[in-house]
């Protein structure tokens, strides 16, 4: 081979790679352009139509009012404060709920799951709370806690509770047996075993509990608020529609929504940090 032949080889592998890096940007463009739409392209596309179907007059504005116009309705209302105190009302109600709910149903799930004379002279009246609703219960602890702030929290830690400690004490069973076997024949003491074996082998279940939960939370949470209540986001959804201020009423109806996803992803975020080991964690 010539020296020329060598040259014009070069020169083209470089000709041909600056071509490459210069394509680099666009194919990254191209493929996260791709992967959004494949995410995201359906809730977009209805939200396309929604918005085209009520500005054209496809349906009623006055009833589905435009998304542009609920995004106004949401904007204004979060930078005139007037929705921030009902969304502060309400965080504080379903997280003080949510989490008596947490230090009851963890650690009675966790003894349930191993002692099984626990879950054997509990598990009748659990299972007989568990099938009748919270919500047909409500008017049980109105009476009993009066229409103050301790008949809607305990409603929603009612309802919260039982997710919260089925998964748990499911969790407890569903560790693997021949671990509990290797750990026992090394000598490991009980609290040991709970500790380094049970409590890890619970701890992915317990999240499904978790995640349970916390949509169980937000769900009383709106029917709580809309009976004798005059604050927060379920009462402002009832208000909106009650004075025929649909836009509120949807932009309250949004708030909730994102509630819902940030306290899923936090705690889908939190259970693939603790749970690194565990592939179905991802």
Known sequence: MTLQHIEKTVGI???EGG??????????????????????????GFLVFWQVAASSGWVNSAVLPPVDTIVAALWNG?????????????LQRAGLAFAAAVVVAIPLGLVMGQARAVETALDPILQLFRQTSALALYPV??????????SKVF????????????????????VDPK??????????RRLTIFRRVVLPGAVPSIFVGLRLGATTALLLLIA???????KGIGF??????????????????????ALGLIANQVLVVLQRRLCRWNVSAG
């Open 224 to 230: 709580s608020e809309m009976i004798g209540a005059n």
């Open 155 to 174: 409603v929603i830690f009612w309802a919260t509770l039982f997710p919260l400690l089925l998964n748990t004490i499911s969790g407890v069973k569903e």
């Open 78 to 90: 979060l930078i005139g404060g007037s929705l921030l105190g009902d969304i502060a009302i309400s």
């Open 141 to 150: 602890f109105i009476l009993l806690l009066g229409l103050g702030e301790a």
């Open 236 to 257: 402002q959804v009832m208000n909106a529609q009650y004075n025929f201020q649909i836009p509120l009423m949807f932009a309250a109806i949004v708030i909730l929504a």
């Open 13 to 15: 592998g470089r000709h």
């Open 179 to 188: 671990l509990l076997e290797m750990a026992r024949a090394y000598g490991a």
């Open 19 to 44: 071509s490459g890096t210069g394509m680099e940007p666009l194919h990254l463009l191209t493929r996260t352009s791709a992967r959004i739409l494949s995410r995201y392209g359906v809730l977009l």
